[in-house]
């Protein structure tokens, strides 16, 4: 009955849900299998304008890459403000209409500093979208009739350490410092004053840090940089001790380190999802509870002894 139930409604809904190859809608292209075969940890920055990119929407998802311009609808007015400097009029106003993120890349430069500290290795573009514009820190990787990448010279790893912090009053000067080019994301760590708290430590003036995994070493006081996107709900561990989060560069997020060999670890836990925890604890306390008052009180009146209220 089973298997004739499915057949039935197998053959029914054939015509309405149809089905295709993979590869007529994610062709395999050799663009896309060049990127494919970079193992390493990095992500990627479509470029197109108007809405229009190479890599639209989730498309990169299903490649298996990373992308700045994320998977699914973003109406996230602070990473539109982060992107800024690289965004057409246009390119914003399809962000806050459709929700897919598009670089511009006609009339607004890219930025090194950018795409550096977003862990960008690689610029993708429709051919020829790029070549017009010379741009040194961008190197030709691959050319073809599917679509163009270029290798960002001074591309960061997904986490870096840095022995230099400029503090400056608002994030919107934050960004504008960063954008710049006389600033060095290799070196140095932007912090806002209305994000710091009052004992901000202090960093020395030339530390050096490195990061594997969760393990860091650092020749001086500094600061963990990680290409990840702040919230009120990371927190960290230095050596099991608990330490700050910063949020860093406008967007991203900053551990302090004292010098030496350190292993840190960081955990998301926002305020919801303590209280949603803390709540479902309660319910089934009390839920727990309840079960065995209503056990306790059926098993002494099936038995005959006086329950609770029962007059003795």
Same mark, same amino acid.
């Given at each position: 009955?089973?298997?004739?139930?499915?057949?039935?409604?197998?053959?029914?809904?054939?015509?309405?849900? +149809?089905?295709? /190859?993979?590869?007529?809608?994610?062709?395999?292209?050799?663009?896309?299998?060049?990127? =494919?075969?970079?193992?390493?940890?990095?992500?990627?920055?479509?470029?197109?304008?108007?809405?229009?990119?190479?890599?639209?929407?989730?498309?990169?998802?299903?490649?298996?890459?990373?992308?700045?311009?994320?998977?699914?609808?973003?109406?996230?007015?602070?990473?539109?403000?982060?992107?800024?400097?690289?965004?057409?009029?246009?390119?914003?106003?399809? @962000?806050? @209409?459709?929700?897919?993120?598009?670089?511009?890349?006609?009339?607004?430069?890219? !930025?090194? !500093?950018?795409?550096?500290?977003? !862990?960008? /290795?690689?610029?993708?573009?429709?051919?020829?979208?790029? +070549?017009?514009? @010379?741009?040194? $820190?961008?190197?030709?990787?691959? =050319?073809?009739?599917?679509?163009?990448?270029?290798?960002?010279?001074?591309?960061?790893?997904?986490? $870096?350490?840095?022995?230099?912090?400029?503090?400056?009053?608002?994030?919107?000067?934050?960004?504008?410092?960063?954008?710049?080019?006389?600033?060095?994301?290799?070196?140095?760590?932007?912090?806002?004053?209305?994000?710091?708290?009052?004992?901000?430590?202090?960093?020395?003036?030339?530390?050096?840090?490195?990061?594997?995994?969760?393990?860091?070493?650092?020749?001086?006081?500094?600061?963990?940089?990680?290409?990840?996107?702040?919230?009120?709900? $990371? =927190?960290?561990?230095?050596?099991?001790?608990?330490?700050?989060?910063?949020?860093? !560069?406008?967007?991203?997020?900053?551990?302090?380190?004292?010098?030496? =060999?350190?292993?840190? /670890?960081?955990?998301?836990?926002?305020?919801?999802?303590?209280? &949603?925890?803390?709540?479902?604890?309660?319910?089934?306390?009390?839920?727990?509870? +309840?079960?065995?008052?209503?056990?306790?009180?059926?098993?002494? /009146?099936? $038995? &005959?002894?006086?329950?609770?209220?029962?007059?003795?």
């Amino acid at each position: 009955m089973v298997l004739l139930t499915f057949v039935d409604l197998f053959a029914f809904g054939s015509d309405y849900t +149809a089905t295709v /190859k993979r590869s007529d809608v994610y062709p395999e292209t050799p663009g896309l299998s060049f990127l =494919q075969h970079d193992r390493g940890l990095y992500r990627i920055a479509p470029v197109g304008g108007g809405g229009l990119s190479v890599l639209p929407g989730y498309t990169a998802s299903v490649y298996g890459l990373q992308t700045i311009t994320g998977y699914d609808h973003m109406r996230d007015q602070e990473y539109l403000a982060f992107l800024g400097p690289m965004m057409s009029p246009a390119d914003v106003e399809f @962000a806050n @209409a459709s929700g897919y993120l598009s670089l511009a890349s006609d009339n607004r430069p890219l !930025n090194r !500093n950018l795409l550096s500290l977003l !862990n960008v /290795k690689y610029v993708v573009s429709p051919p020829g979208i790029l +070549a017009g514009a @010379a741009r040194p $820190w961008l190197t030709p990787e691959y =050319q073809g009739g599917d679509l163009d990448i270029f290798r960002v010279e001074m591309a960061l790893p997904r986490a $870096w350490g840095v022995g230099r912090a400029e503090v400056v009053p608002t994030r919107q000067v934050a960004l504008e410092r960063i954008a710049s080019d006389a600033f060095d994301p290799t070196s140095t760590v932007i912090f806002a004053a209305e994000d710091l708290p009052d004992d901000m430590p202090e960093a020395g003036s030339s530390a050096s840090g490195t990061f594997h995994a969760v393990h860091t070493d650092f020749s001086q006081p500094g600061f963990l940089v990680l290409s990840e996107r702040f919230d009120d709900g $990371w =927190q960290a561990e230095v050596d099991s001790a608990d330490a700050p989060v910063l949020r860093a !560069n406008g967007l991203l997020r900053a551990v302090p380190l004292a010098a030496g =060999q350190h292993t840190v /670890k960081l955990s998301f836990q926002p305020g919801e999802y303590v209280w &949603g925890f803390r709540i479902s604890a309660i319910t089934v306390a009390l839920s727990g509870v +309840a079960i065995i008052l209503y056990l306790g009180v059926s098993v002494r /009146k099936r $038995w &005959g002894g006086p329950g609770p209220g029962d007059e003795l």
